[in-house]
């Protein structure tokens, strides 16, 4: 047989472009990490100004943290290694290009969309549709030239790295389309096309499997290249990979429920989400003890490669990761954990350990490599691993055991068995283990500017080729199987068949979990008293959504003693089925509000008027920032009959022609919080016009007096009929 | 327009589950199963790869 060897360059300047925006978003992302976390120890770094509030910032960390520098560290790692493991250089230059021009564009909208306001109220998914679609053709056209490059690669087999990064690939697009069906209300407005519970499924389904296919499954892929790249020597055990890579993509998708435990989510989700990622164990640790044993025989060059002490770290963390989630899925582990610091903790040890180091790992690797030279200091590189791996320590340590202490005292019960500790209590004992979580945070920041220093200097040093010449022997067309193949050998051949089976792996899981949801009304019983928000609520809830409540308070009373007697009736699933999208939270820094406007927690209207303009007012030594602009911006009227026009269209059962009498109907509603507002004698004149019916706070307080209004009347007119 | 409606015509869906089990458990077990029949050979070549 015949070898055309073929002289062809790798684009070395695509990997360089996706490195400086990993590094430089990286330490945007930190940045905002850092002050979120100062906020909550000094309250007054919100300044009392809505885009640098805490609910607006706190999307646009994680949204930072997760798709511009970990997404750019991704495409990074991807350029880099699937042009050498295809022995080809990426299919076209163009697509990279409008890659990563598309995806840097996407990322200023975002922030700039994030800091205004403007979310569809879901967590890592909170961009708006237009930013959405953005995401889904940018996501296309990287599919399409990862794929190109596959097909027109001279490397037969494809190596166990680009599995990963198909399965990413499809998998991330199933999980953006799904979770993104809304309906548009104007260019930066839309509701969830799913309400409740099962938007609450999906949502999960989708956060949860961001997790495993965005943060996890590329960055799998790119230690599968980099780990062997680094330490000079294969991959432990190939076989171990092969299951490991079915058995990770095919389980992970289910376990999307375990974030939903004791929820109104229905028992039978609930129990399979925990099964399955008490079984996602064994993959995931298949993964790390293949990356760790990768070093067998070489662990001496840990000590002197800083490459491979970032690596290890990474892997490490990643194990600890991958140990804590299918612990914290057992229903037991996770009453204690969920709506805790705890979880941060968890989702740190992840995100700066495993990724985080993952990603720096790889920079120190690439860059002298691409400028060819050597690193500019080995001791600052040190210096960065060791003050990093402090602050994962120091971030880490203070949250596990605020995550602790928090559950402790919100069910500690009195002899008498009452609560012993009001929420303030346990928010006051929060400020030493927040203080020392930003000093965690500011450490790794630090090192992350040490590495941003090295490296630049690195740079300045070498010289940065742009394409790198290689050669390889063409692909034979004709491939001649010898004898018995492998199975897998056939599979790995062909990338298309690869997709399509990895797509089928993870769409059985969703498929299996969503369906039964939105198929069998039983699974959702309906509650006769619940009735669709009015037209101030309605708006109320959209200010709610917009000022990103949801980051700190939940909406979602557990059926346990110590969550009855604080906030009152367990909920129910029927209580969230006008609710585009669900408001369950995941973090509690502040109380539950599903109870806020029923029984014992009820306030007054006036409470809350100046509750939101001074928590501290009311509530002494809060750290809630203020809202003094809900005080003085007015409800914008001419969006609310297309508001109510959605919600029909949605299945929400306003009577027809309703959005013609919607603004009349709030307005009057409006007057009588108005009325009642100038009633009370607190200081009602904040703003520059004082109280107006038609300021925002009226429709906020609207809405918070709603919740759990419903289930009270139920429950009253059950009582009354007995 | 609920989505609900979509999926509620769909007859006899509780079979969905089974049937996805019996899939995941097939395959994984024909995946463990083939993966410890392959060749050294064959292996040590996939896994130099990214070192070639």
């Known amino acids: ?722 | 327009m609920k989505f609900i409606n979509y999926l509620e015509s769909i007859t006899g869906v509780s079979i969905y589950p089974l049937i996805a089990l019996i899939i995941f458990t097939s395959i994984f077990t024909v995946v463990v199963i083939k993966t410890f029949a392959t060749s050294k050979e064959i292996i040590s070549e996939h896994e130099n790869i990214p070192l070639d």
């Open chain 1, 1 to 722: 047989m015949s070898t055309n060897i073929e002289r062809f360059a790798y684009d070395n300047k695509i990997v360089k472009q996706f490195a400086i925006a990993t590094a430089l978003w990286g330490a945007v992302g930190m940045l905002v990490g850092l002050i979120v976390a100062l906020q909550l120890v000094y309250p007054a770094l919100n300044f009392d100004f809505a885009p640098t509030t805490f609910g607006r910032l706190r999307p646009l960390h994680t949204n930072a943290v997760i798709f511009a520098f970990v997404g750019n560290g991704i495409f990074m790692g991807v350029y880099y290694s699937l042009q050498r493991l295809c022995k080809a250089r990426m299919w076209s230059d163009r697509l990279s290009a409008i890659h990563f021009w598309g995806w840097q564009f996407i990322i200023v909208v975002a922030a700039v969309t994030l800091i205004l306001g403007f979310t569809t109220g879901k967590e890592y998914a909170e961009l708006e549709w237009p930013v959405d679609i953005m995401i889904t053709l940018v996501w296309v056209i990287f599919g399409l030239n990862m794929f190109m490059t596959i097909i027109k690669r001279r490397e037969r087999h494809l190596y166990v790295a680009i599995w990963f990064f198909i399965a990413t690939w499809v998998t991330v697009a199933m999980l953006h389309i799904v979770n993104s069906f809304e309906l548009p209300v104007s260019l930066l407005k839309s509701y969830s096309w799913y309400a409740g519970v099962q938007d609450a499924l999906v949502q999960w389904w989708y956060g949860h499997n961001a997790v495993a296919f965005f943060l996890t499954t590329p960055y799998l892929g790119l230690m599968y290249y980099f780990v062997p790249k680094a330490a000079n020597r294969p991959v432990y055990s190939y076989k171990l990979s092969i299951i490991h890579f079915w058995a990770l993509i095919f389980l992970y998708i289910w376990a999307g429920p375990h974030h939903l435990l004791y929820t109104s989510l229905p028992d039978w989700a609930q129990s399979l989400g925990t099964v399955f990622s008490i079984m996602l164990l064994a993959p995931s640790w298949g993964g790390m003890i293949n990356g760790l044993l990768t070093l067998r025989g070489a662990w001496d060059r840990v000590r002197e490669d800083v490459v491979l002490k970032f690596m290890v770290v990474a892997v490490t963390a990643y194990g600890m990761a991958t140990f804590e989630g299918p612990m914290l899925s057992l229903k037991n582990v996770n009453a204690i954990s969920h709506f805790t610091d705890w979880t941060i903790a968890h989702v740190h040890v992840g995100a700066l350990g495993w990724n985080g180091f993952l990603t720096f790992g790889m920079l120190y690797w690439l860059v002298p490599r691409m400028w060819k030279t050597t690193l500019h200091s080995k001791k600052l590189a040190n210096w960065h691993f060791w003050i990093g791996t402090l602050g994962i320590v120091l971030y880490a340590v203070p949250m596990y055991w605020a995550g602790w202490r928090q559950n402790e005292m919100l069910t500690q019960f009195t002899e008498d068995g009452r609560l012993q500790y009001q929420f303030l209590d346990v928010v006051n004992g929060m400020q030493g283990f927040y203080a020392l979580r930003s000093l965690g945070g500011l450490l790794f920041l630090v090192g992350a500017i040490f590495m941003i220093v090295n490296l630049w200097k690195t740079a300045t040093q070498g010289s940065f080729q742009s394409n790198e010449e290689t050669e390889a022997p063409a692909l034979a067309k004709n491939y001649a199987i010898h004898g018995n193949e492998h199975w897998h050998r056939v599979i790995e051949r062909k990338p298309v068949q690869m997709l399509v089976l990895a797509l089928v792996a993870v769409a059985i899981g969703g498929i299996i979990e969503m369906i039964p949801t939105f198929l069998i009304k039983s699974n959702i019983p309906t509650i006769e008293a619940v009735v669709p928000y009015t037209p101030l609520e309605l708006e109320g809830r959209d200010i709610y959504i917009r000022e990103g409540c949801y980051t700190c308070h939940s909406q979602m009373v557990r059926p346990f003693r110590a969550e009855t007697e604080r906030y009152g009736e367990y909920s129910k699933a029927g209580e969230f089925v006008y609710d585009h999208p669900f408001q369950w939270g995941s973090k509690r820094t502040g109380p539950d509000l599903a109870r806020e406007g029923s029984g014992n927690n009820k306030k007054s209207n006036s409470w809350h008027y100046n509750h939101m303009a001074d928590p501290t007012s009311t509530s002494p030594a809060s750290i809630m920032p203020r809202y003094p602009w809900l005080h003085t911006d007015v409800i914008d009227e001419s969006m609310t009959p297309a508001k109510i026009r959605a919600m029909i269209t949605l299945g929400v059962p306003y009577p027809e022609g309703y959005d013609q009498l919607a603004v009349e109907d709030m307005r009057k509603q409006a007057a009588t919080i108005y009325d009642d507002l100038k009633l009370s004698e607190s200081s009602l004149l904040l703003g520059e016009n004082g109280l107006q019916p038609n300021q925002e706070i009226i429709a906020l307080i609207a809405y918070l007096q709603k919740l759990g209004r419903d289930i009270e009347v139920s429950n009253t007119t059950k009582t009354a009929a007995k």
